[in-house]
Protein backbone atom coordinates (compact mmCIF):
# COMPACT_ATOMS: atom_id res chain seq x y z
CA UNK A 1 0.00 0.00 0.00
CA UNK A 2 1.34 3.73 -0.84
CA UNK A 3 2.49 5.54 1.75
CA UNK A 4 4.28 8.95 2.07
CA UNK A 5 6.84 7.17 4.34
CA UNK A 6 7.76 5.10 0.71
CA UNK A 7 8.61 8.75 -1.26
CA UNK A 8 12.07 9.80 -1.64
CA UNK A 9 13.23 13.22 -2.28
CA UNK A 10 16.52 13.69 -4.15
CA UNK A 11 18.19 16.20 -4.74
CA UNK A 12 20.76 15.85 -7.02
CA UNK A 13 24.35 18.53 -7.24
CA UNK A 14 22.44 21.25 -5.09
CA UNK A 15 24.94 23.88 -4.35
CA UNK A 16 23.33 26.46 -2.22
CA UNK A 17 22.50 24.81 1.23
CA UNK A 18 19.56 27.19 1.87
CA UNK A 19 17.23 25.14 -1.21
CA UNK A 20 18.22 21.69 1.05
CA UNK A 21 17.05 23.32 4.10
CA UNK A 22 13.55 25.20 2.04
CA UNK A 23 13.17 21.67 0.35
CA UNK A 24 13.29 19.85 3.89
CA UNK A 25 10.48 22.81 4.98
CA UNK A 26 8.93 22.34 2.08
CA UNK A 27 8.42 18.35 2.56
CA UNK A 28 7.58 18.21 5.90
CA UNK A 29 4.71 20.56 5.33
CA UNK A 30 3.09 17.89 3.63
CA UNK A 31 4.12 14.94 5.94
CA UNK A 32 7.41 13.73 3.13
CA UNK A 33 10.40 13.16 5.61
CA UNK A 34 12.53 11.35 3.49
CA UNK A 35 15.26 13.17 1.49
CA UNK A 36 18.13 12.11 -0.30
CA UNK A 37 21.03 14.03 -1.10
CA UNK A 38 23.49 13.39 -4.12
CA UNK A 39 26.65 15.18 -4.08
CA UNK A 40 25.47 18.12 -2.27
CA UNK A 41 28.09 21.13 -2.33
CA UNK A 42 27.37 22.25 1.04
CA UNK A 43 26.19 20.15 3.87
CA UNK A 44 25.61 19.83 6.72
CA UNK A 45 24.98 23.41 6.64
CA UNK A 46 23.55 25.88 9.46
CA UNK A 47 22.37 28.07 6.47
CA UNK A 48 20.41 24.61 5.31
CA UNK A 49 19.46 24.28 9.03
CA UNK A 50 17.95 28.16 9.36
CA UNK A 51 16.30 27.81 6.00
CA UNK A 52 14.55 24.27 7.09
CA UNK A 53 12.69 26.42 9.88
CA UNK A 54 11.81 23.23 12.28
CA UNK A 55 12.45 20.72 9.91
CA UNK A 56 15.67 19.92 11.33
CA UNK A 57 14.61 16.17 11.32
CA UNK A 58 14.43 16.18 7.60
CA UNK A 59 17.97 17.15 7.48
CA UNK A 60 19.02 15.26 10.26
CA UNK A 61 17.76 12.35 9.18
CA UNK A 62 18.90 12.87 5.03
CA UNK A 63 21.05 9.95 3.31
CA UNK A 64 24.16 11.76 1.63
CA UNK A 65 25.30 9.76 -1.74
CA UNK A 66 28.03 10.09 -3.85
CA UNK A 67 26.74 8.80 -6.78
CA UNK A 68 23.08 9.19 -8.30
CA UNK A 69 22.82 5.34 -8.91
CA UNK A 70 23.82 4.79 -5.14
CA UNK A 71 20.86 7.14 -4.04
CA UNK A 72 17.97 5.02 -6.47
CA UNK A 73 19.23 1.58 -5.53
CA UNK A 74 16.18 0.75 -3.38
CA UNK A 75 14.05 2.40 -5.59
CA UNK A 76 10.55 0.95 -7.50
CA UNK A 77 9.65 4.15 -9.51
CA UNK A 78 11.81 6.99 -10.82
CA UNK A 79 10.40 10.30 -11.58
CA UNK A 80 13.06 12.58 -12.71
CA UNK A 81 12.05 16.95 -12.94
CA UNK A 82 13.21 19.24 -15.85
CA UNK A 83 11.80 22.26 -17.42
CA UNK A 84 13.69 21.61 -20.64
CA UNK A 85 12.90 19.89 -24.04
CA UNK A 86 15.22 16.93 -24.11
CA UNK A 87 16.33 15.68 -27.83
CA UNK A 88 15.16 12.11 -26.86
CA UNK A 89 11.92 12.21 -25.47
CA UNK A 90 10.95 10.74 -22.24
CA UNK A 91 7.28 9.71 -21.17
CA UNK A 92 6.01 13.04 -19.46
CA UNK A 93 3.80 13.40 -16.39
CA UNK A 94 1.91 16.21 -15.58
CA UNK A 95 2.39 17.16 -11.29
CA UNK A 96 -0.84 15.44 -10.79
CA UNK A 97 -0.57 12.57 -12.62
CA UNK A 98 3.17 11.91 -11.11
CA UNK A 99 1.52 12.24 -7.49
CA UNK A 100 -1.15 9.74 -9.33
CA UNK A 101 1.42 7.35 -10.75
CA UNK A 102 3.34 7.15 -7.38
CA UNK A 103 0.23 5.94 -5.18
CA UNK A 104 0.01 3.26 -7.36
CA UNK A 105 3.28 2.08 -6.51
CA UNK A 106 3.77 -0.55 -3.49
CA UNK A 107 7.28 0.45 -3.27
CA UNK A 108 9.73 3.18 -3.02
CA UNK A 109 9.23 6.09 -4.72
CA UNK A 110 11.81 8.56 -5.74
CA UNK A 111 11.15 11.65 -7.06
CA UNK A 112 14.29 13.51 -8.55
CA UNK A 113 15.55 17.51 -8.30
CA UNK A 114 18.32 18.11 -10.55
CA UNK A 115 20.82 20.85 -10.17
CA UNK A 116 20.08 24.67 -9.84
CA UNK A 117 21.48 26.09 -13.40
CA UNK A 118 20.88 22.91 -15.72
CA UNK A 119 18.63 20.15 -13.72
CA UNK A 120 19.20 16.68 -14.33
CA UNK A 121 21.86 15.53 -17.13
CA UNK A 122 20.22 13.20 -20.11
CA UNK A 123 22.68 10.48 -18.64
CA UNK A 124 20.47 10.71 -15.33
CA UNK A 125 17.22 10.98 -17.45
CA UNK A 126 18.30 7.41 -18.56
CA UNK A 127 17.89 5.82 -15.31
CA UNK A 128 14.33 7.40 -14.76
CA UNK A 129 10.98 5.61 -15.72
CA UNK A 130 9.14 9.21 -16.30
CA UNK A 131 9.54 12.74 -16.56
CA UNK A 132 7.65 15.42 -14.64
CA UNK A 133 7.23 18.71 -16.03
CA UNK A 134 5.49 21.42 -13.93
CA UNK A 135 3.73 24.05 -16.09
CA UNK A 136 5.48 27.19 -15.55
CA UNK A 137 4.77 30.61 -17.84
CA UNK A 138 6.65 29.88 -21.00
CA UNK A 139 8.41 33.53 -21.51
CA UNK A 140 9.78 33.03 -17.84
CA UNK A 141 10.20 28.98 -17.10
CA UNK A 142 12.94 29.35 -13.94
CA UNK A 143 11.39 27.77 -10.64
CA UNK A 144 13.71 27.36 -7.90
CA UNK A 145 14.01 23.90 -6.92
CA UNK A 146 12.36 24.17 -3.07
CA UNK A 147 9.45 25.69 -4.70
CA UNK A 148 9.35 22.61 -7.22
CA UNK A 149 9.79 20.48 -4.39
CA UNK A 150 6.87 22.10 -2.83
CA UNK A 151 4.96 21.38 -5.63
CA UNK A 152 5.50 18.18 -6.18
CA UNK A 153 4.82 17.07 -2.02
CA UNK A 154 1.59 19.05 -2.31
CA UNK A 155 0.57 16.80 -5.54
CA UNK A 156 1.61 13.61 -3.57
CA UNK A 157 -0.47 14.84 0.02
CA UNK A 158 -3.38 15.62 -2.32
CA UNK A 159 -3.33 12.11 -3.64
CA UNK A 160 -2.24 10.27 -0.82
CA UNK A 161 -5.18 12.14 1.01
CA UNK A 162 -8.02 10.62 -1.66
CA UNK A 163 -6.17 7.52 -1.44
CA UNK A 164 -7.24 7.26 1.87
CA UNK A 165 -10.50 8.75 1.43
CA UNK A 166 -11.18 5.69 -1.03
CA UNK A 167 -10.24 3.30 1.39
CA UNK A 168 -12.61 4.86 4.19
CA UNK A 169 -15.05 4.95 1.89
CA UNK A 170 -14.23 1.46 0.70
CA UNK A 171 -15.35 -0.26 4.15
CA UNK A 172 -18.49 1.27 4.28
CA UNK A 173 -21.29 -1.03 3.81
CA UNK A 174 -23.86 -0.61 0.84
CA UNK A 175 -26.25 1.71 1.16
CA UNK A 176 -29.78 0.55 1.85
CA UNK A 177 -32.16 -0.71 -1.23
CA UNK A 178 -34.61 0.58 -3.14
CA UNK A 179 -37.13 -1.70 -1.57
CA UNK A 180 -36.23 -0.95 2.03
CA UNK A 181 -36.34 2.50 1.09
CA UNK A 182 -39.61 2.58 -0.62
CA UNK A 183 -40.92 0.76 2.46
CA UNK A 184 -39.69 3.31 4.80
CA UNK A 185 -41.05 6.11 2.76
CA UNK A 186 -44.55 4.56 3.10
CA UNK A 187 -44.00 4.16 6.91
CA UNK A 188 -42.36 7.75 6.74
CA UNK A 189 -45.73 9.02 5.08
CA UNK A 190 -48.36 6.96 7.50
CA UNK A 191 -46.67 7.85 10.32
CA UNK A 192 -46.89 11.76 9.25
CA UNK A 193 -51.03 11.04 8.65
CA UNK A 194 -51.09 9.25 11.83
CA UNK A 195 -50.07 12.27 14.04
CA UNK A 196 -51.77 14.27 11.90
CA UNK A 197 -48.62 15.87 10.14
CA UNK A 198 -49.78 15.47 7.05
CA UNK A 199 -53.50 15.56 5.16
CA UNK A 200 -53.80 12.61 2.60
CA UNK A 201 -56.47 14.89 1.55
CA UNK A 202 -53.79 17.72 0.68
CA UNK A 203 -50.48 16.91 0.90
CA UNK A 204 -48.77 19.45 -0.95
CA UNK A 205 -45.29 18.78 -1.41
CA UNK A 206 -44.37 17.49 1.74
CA UNK A 207 -43.31 13.95 0.61
CA UNK A 208 -41.68 14.87 -2.47
CA UNK A 209 -38.99 16.96 0.07
CA UNK A 210 -38.59 14.41 2.43
CA UNK A 211 -37.75 12.08 -0.66
CA UNK A 212 -35.33 14.73 -1.84
CA UNK A 213 -33.85 14.99 1.64
CA UNK A 214 -33.13 11.54 2.15
CA UNK A 215 -32.15 10.70 -1.10
CA UNK A 216 -28.98 12.78 -0.82
CA UNK A 217 -28.30 11.25 2.51
CA UNK A 218 -28.00 7.56 0.84
CA UNK A 219 -29.03 5.52 4.25
CA UNK A 220 -27.33 2.38 4.96
CA UNK A 221 -29.39 -0.10 6.59
CA UNK A 222 -29.27 0.23 9.94
CA UNK A 223 -30.25 3.80 9.57
CA UNK A 224 -33.08 3.22 7.92
CA UNK A 225 -34.01 0.41 10.42
CA UNK A 226 -33.17 3.16 13.42
CA UNK A 227 -35.37 5.64 11.28
CA UNK A 228 -38.49 3.09 11.26
CA UNK A 229 -37.90 2.30 15.20
CA UNK A 230 -38.41 6.10 15.77
CA UNK A 231 -41.72 6.12 13.34
CA UNK A 232 -42.90 3.00 15.23
CA UNK A 233 -42.49 4.72 18.52
CA UNK A 234 -44.16 7.88 17.28
CA UNK A 235 -47.24 5.93 16.25
CA UNK A 236 -47.29 4.15 19.55
CA UNK A 237 -47.28 7.35 21.42
CA UNK A 238 -50.16 8.50 19.16
CA UNK A 239 -52.26 5.87 20.00
CA UNK A 240 -51.94 5.67 24.28
Known sequence: MFSLDNVQIILVGITHPGNIGAAARAMKTMGLSQLRLVQPKHFPSAEATARATGADDVLVNAQVFDTFEESLKDCHLIVGTSTRQRTIAWPVLTPKACAEKASECAGRVAIVFGREQYGLTNQELE????????????????????????????????????????????????????????????????????????????????????????????????????????????QARRKT
Not at 151 to 157: F, G, P, S, T, V
Not at 185 to 206: A, F, G, K, S, W
Open 127 to 234: LCNYLVQIPTNPTFSSLNVAAAVQILAYELRISNEALKLENVNSSLPAPASAEAIAQFYQHLEQTLIDIEVLDPQNPRQLMRHLHRLFNRVQLFDSEVSLLRGILTAA
